[in-house]
Every structure is written in structure tokens, then in C-alpha cells.
């Protein structure tokens, strides 16, 4: 076999979708298990080593705020890493929003605590924790598109492009699971001392991982051939790629961003308020709450693909309105079975809210990639994103609490729960039915314009 053939072999080998699905997923996983890592760890470890105070509540809350902080770098990211990678491609893009979440990650096991360092101790967490956010402001768009972009004429692309989305849940799971066996294998002391660092550290091994696997890809067909165009139109130079967005797609941000508001305030009641809710107003257990939540993410990991296939038979507006209408309906079941006080109503409430979850999730990569054209594509997606998990995800578990402060029921909170559901369907039906289109048929539907503009 010559070396040509054997060239050619390797780079379908490279561009399979279940290679490059794998790739995307064991990135994502990766970033956000990192994230989650986090997230956990406030609330057990940050709050007693890096924010000592005569009062737990008060440095758990300033530990918590270093976790929402990781949210406003986020839509930072989205901007700067969409740039890139609608300027110099998408996979490297992705391999560097990587490297930057696993140092950072990494190197939060390295911080000295309070007692050993003083006030530099929770300034280099909250810098770290502000580059986690920034790194993963530019992973989910990129991961989406690694795998929309090279299924263009496939009729299974919301299955493949669900893959990604396993990753919040999985990644989740493996933070919880890590931190848990620590926990439970050694003394607090122990635990508090050293343990919960092995789990940051266990980040580097991961990433590496993750970038054998994103270094094995190639780059999309699709961002290819728009560089060879216009390579050979002369045009070696992108025109700023985020000015264009907001210029020519603004309607499909408002759309994109629209669509999650149901979707991203309904993940953080379901997998992060519920812990709040189950034991500090209902006095339960907190492993109660744990168990419930990491059964509902376990349950969303194998339904989102499942969902996705069904995406890719009936379209992408019905499985997005159907999940709309649930949280609307589900806002109330969620806080009656809650109030039930029964483990199995817990359980039953997180998995309900987790399976709505895996329906918005098993199709919002294959809905926002078909939303824009290659050129913006990168940063129409992430700048979406990230756009509503600032404005949902991370002031849904703060409205939830001020909710409940103020009306003392958590129907209150299913009224705004519903009307997050409500913003999602309206931002939908608004949108085309792209079940079936090839992403490059947008780049041609730009084309009459763009001469025209030179003429």
C-alpha cells in the first residue's frame, strides 16, 4: 500500500464521528469535572481552609461566591475562544481551552490554605477559579462543532452532536464520586489536610487524556473549506468574526439564548438547589439529597443519546417545546414531591427534573450549530450559551433562595421555574425547523449577500 493510501486511511480514520464524538465528550467531561470539582468542594473544603470565619455560614457563602464567579468569566471566554476559533479553527481552540482548565485546575491543589499564607490564599483561588470559568466559556461550542461539523450531511447529527452534552452530567458525577471516596476512605482531618487535593490533581491525568484524543482529530471539513475559499479569493485575513455576529445573527443569539432559560434554571434547582432545599429548609440528610442527584445525573447520561435519536426522526422544535412545556408542568411536581419528605420522592423529583434536562440537552448542539453559518459559528454558539447560563444558571439557585425567603413555599419557585420554561418555548417557536439541513447549505444561503456587498 503506498504511503498516499495509507495517508487517506488515516485521516478518515481520524474524521469517524465515533472517534471525534468520543473526543469531544472526553473533553467536556474533563472541563467539567473540574468545574463541578469545584463547586463540590466549596461547600466542604474552601469554606473551612481559604474563608476561616466565626461564623460557617459566612464563609461558606464567600466560598460559594468564588464558584459564581467561575460564571462571569464564562460569557469573557465564550468571546475571546469563539474569536479563535472562528479565526484559526476549532480544534485548536479546544486543545487550548483544555490545557487552560486543567492548569488551573491543577494548580488549585497546590494553593497553601489561609493560616499558611493569609489573603493571598483565597485571591489565587478566586484567579484560578476565574480561569476555570474562562476556559470553559470556549469548550462547549468548540466541542459541539468538532462533531456538527464534520456529521454536515449526516441524518444522525443531533445524535452525534449530543455527545458533548453528556459531559455536564458525567463530569459532575465523576467530581461527586471522586470527592466521595476520599471522604469516605480517610479521617477529616485527613481529608481536609491533603485528601480533597488529590482530586485537583487528578485533573492533570485526566487532561492528558483528553488532549490524546482532541490531538487524534483533525480539523472540521466544514472551517477548512471556508479557509481554503478564501485563501483563494485572496483573503488570507478574517474580518472580526464576533462584530459580524452581532451585526448579521443577532436574532439567532436572542433565539439560541432563549431556548436554554428553561433548560439551564431548571439543571442548577434540580442538581444544586435541591441539596439546599432538602436540608436546610426540610432538615433532611444531606446525603438524602446527594443520592437523589447523582441517581437523576446518571439517568440524563443515558437518556440524552436516546433522546437525541428520536431528535433526529421528528425534528429538533418538538423535542424542544415538549422539554418547555414539562418544566412548566414539572415546576410544581418537583416541590410537591419534594415536600413529600420521602427518599423516594426526592429521588423521584431529581430524576424527573434530570430526564427534562437530558431532553432540552439532547438537542441544543445540533439546534445552535444549525443556527449560524461557519464564519461565526464558534462564537454565535458559546456566546449563547454562556449568555444564558450567566443570566439562568447562575442566578437561579440565588432567585430560588430569595423566593423562598420571601413566600416561604417553594411554589413560588415553580412559578419562576415556569416562567423560565415559558421564555424557552416562545425563543423556539421562533426559530426554523432545521431537522435535515446540511450546515453548508447557510454558508450558501450568504453567499448572494456577500457578493452583493462587493458589488
Do not use: C
Not at 488515516?10 to 472517534?19: I, Y
Not at 487524534?216 to 462584530?243: C, D, H, S, W
Request: aromatic share 10%; net charge positive; charged share 15%.
Amino acid at each position: 500500500m503506498t504511503e498516499l493510501k495509507k495517508a487517506e486511511l488515516r485521516r478518515q480514520k481520524h474524521s469517524s464521528l465515533p472517534v471525534v464524538a468520543a473526543s469531544s465528550l472526553a473533553g467536556t467531561a474533563v472541563e467539567w469535572y473540574d468545574f463541578f470539582l469545584y463547586g463540590t468542594a466549596a461547600a466542604l473544603v474552601f469554606n473551612k481552609l481559604y474563608f476561616p470565619t466565626d461564623d460557617p455560614m459566612v464563609g461558606t457563602m464567600l466560598a460559594l461566591g468564588t464558584f459564581a464567579a467561575g460564571f462571569l468569566a464564562r460569557p469573557i471566554g465564550a468571546i475571546v475562544l469563539g474569536h479563535l476559533g472562528d479565526k484559526h479553527g476549532r480544534r485548536a481552540t479546544l486543545v487550548a481551552s483544555l490545557m487552560l482548565m486543567g492548569v488551573a485546575t491543577t494548580l488549585i491543589a497546590f494553593i497553601p490554605s489561609y493560616a499558611a499564607i493569609g489573603l493571598a490564599a483565597p485571591l489565587l483561588l478566586l484567579l484560578l477559579r476565574l480561569i476555570q470559568g474562562f476556559a470553559l466559556g470556549g469548550e462547549w461550542g468548540g466541542a459541539v462543532l468538532l462533531v456538527s461539523e464534520h456529521s454536515n450531511e449526516s441524518t444522525r447529527r443531533a445524535f452525534w452532536a449530543s455527545w458533548p452534552n453528556m459531559g455536564p452530567p458525567l463530569g459532575n458525577l465523576m467530581a461527586a464520586g471522586v470527592l466521595a471516596i476520599l471522604a469516605a476512605t480517610m479521617p477529616e482531618s485527613e481529608f481536609l489536610a491533603w485528601g480533597w487535593r488529590i482530586a485537583f490533581g487528578l485533573s492533570a491525568l485526566l487532561v492528558v487524556i483528553g488532549l490524546i484524543l482532541r490531538l487524534y482529530v483533525q480539523e472540521t471539513p466544514l472551517f477548512k473549506e471556508a479557509q481554503r475559499k478564501r485563501e483563494a479569493e485572496g483573503n488570507k485575513e478574517r474580518k472580526m468574526p464576533l462584530t459580524i455576529l452581532f451585526r448579521r445573527n443577532w436574532r439567532e443569539i436572542l433565539i439560541a439564548t432563549g431556548s436554554r432559560m428553561g433548560e439551564n434554571a431548571g439543571f442548577y434547582i434540580y442538581s444544586l438547589f435541591i441539596i439546599t432545599y432538602v436540608t436546610q429548609i426540610m432538615g433532611l440528610q444531606r446525603q438524602t439529597g446527594l443520592t437523589a442527584v447523582m441517581i437523576g445525573q446518571g439517568v440524563a447520561v443515558v437518556a440524552i443519546p436516546i433522546l437525541a435519536i428520536y431528535a433526529d426522526k421528528v425534528g429538533r422544535k418538538p423535542i424542544l417545546i415538549g422539554a418547555s412545556i414539562a418544566t412548566m408542568v414539572w415546576a410544581f411536581a418537583f416541590f410537591f414531591l419534594l415536600n413529600t419528605g420521602q427518599v423516594w420522592g426526592i429521588i423521584a423529583a431529581a430524576v424527573g427534573g434530570l430526564l427534562i434536562f437530558a431532553a432540552y440537552s439532547s438537542v441544543i448542539g445540533a439546534f445552535f450549530s444549525e443556527l449560524f453559518p461557519t464564519d461565526v459559528r464558534y462564537s454565535g454558539t458559546s456566546v449563547s450559551y454562556n449568555l444564558a447560563s450567566l443570566i439562568a444558571g447562575s442566578l437561579s439557585p440565588i432567585i430560588a433562595l430569595a423566593l423562598y425567603s420571601a413566600f416561604g413555599t417553594g411554589y413560588a419557585i415553580g412559578i419562576y421555574l415556569a416562567a423560565m420554561g415559558l421564555i424557552s418555548m416562545v425563543s423556539v417557536m421562533f426559530a426554523k425547523e432545521t431537522k435535515g439541513l446540511k450546515l453548508s447549505d447557510l454558508d450558501e444561503d450568504l453567499t448572494p449577500s456577500l457578493e452583493k456587498g462587493k458589488a
